[in-house]
């Protein structure tokens, strides 16, 4: 099953076959008894049909939003010759490959001039070109600012589902960089929004933010379509109205 998958990631482990096959009917039955089902990702509902035997055409896939507005840049990005500035996000460092992250920030910083800044409220010890912030508070300005100011975001999980900072990055213009778990890639679409890795391959991580950090001409198209992206598929207001039609849907159906 899918979250048994990514079950170490949460001090999650599946218990023995017999428990784990009365969770099945539980979770099966309680399936069945929906009259539809809203999935956020097309990896759930693929889940869902293939694990627990929903008929597709019972589940919707809507996914969640944030407001593109708000993450608008205030003006376009241009180049620039400062330090490329690689920003990540995550209240879980470890589990969002925060440590992963900045093992291939010190390979890069001996090559080229780049700042790391970690808002993450783990402790992190500060080193040179990196920048922690341990007392971000979700959609503050302060926050904002901090996307604004960056150049590429990256979000190396190891276990997700479907992060909403990535939308939140993809709304400012960033490019990411994240990696090929659960619905990621249905928001990062590999070479057009940004580069997509193996979970926990140091190498490919560090080459992937390599290429970005060289080429700004392609941060910058990568992060126009980001924003293209986010604000057709992934803008709160737009997908409230698509479930309340399909609520209205099952309602009167």
């Known amino acids: ?18 428990l784990e096959q009365q969770k099945w009917r539980l979770n099966r039955d309680c399936f069945r008894a929906a009259r539809h089902i809203v999935a956020w990702t097309r990896w759930t509902k693929d889940g869902l049909v293939r694990d627990y035997e929903v008929p597709p055409e019972k589940v919707t896939v809507i996914p969640p939003g944030v407001n593109t507005h708000e993450w608008l840049r205030p003006e376009p990005r241009r180049l620039h010759n400062g330090p490329v500035k690689i920003l990540f996000v995550g209240g879980n460092l470890a589990r969002k490959g925060g440590l992963l992250l900045l093992d291939a920030f010190r390979a890069l910083r001996q090559k080229y001039a780049v700042e790391l800044h970690l808002a993450t409220r783990d402790p992190v010890v500060e080193e040179p070109g990196l920048f922690v912030y341990n007392d971000m ?7 904002k600012q901090l996307y604004f100011d960056s150049d590429i975001f990256c979000l190396p999980t190891f276990g997700d589902c479907l992060p909403m900072v990535l939308s939140e990055a993809g709304a400012a213009g960033l490019p990411v960089v994240s990696t090929r778990v659960a619905g990621i890639p249905e928001l990062v679409h590999e070479g057009e929004t940004g580069l997509l890795v193996k979970a926990g391959d140091q190498a490919a991580l560090t080459n992937a933010l390599e290429i970005l950090v060289k080429y700004p001409d392609q941060r910058l198209q990568q992060g126009e379509k980001a924003v293209q992206v986010i604000t057709e598929g992934f803008d709160a207001a737009l997908n409230a109205v698509c479930l309340l039609d399909l609520l209205k849907g099952v309602i009167h159906g």
Not at 137 to 143: E, V
């Open 137 to 143: 508070q979700p959609n503050s300005d302060r926050l």
């Open 1 to 18: 099953l899918q979250y048994d998958e990514l079950g170490e990631f949460y001090s999650h482990a599946a218990g023995p076959p017999w």
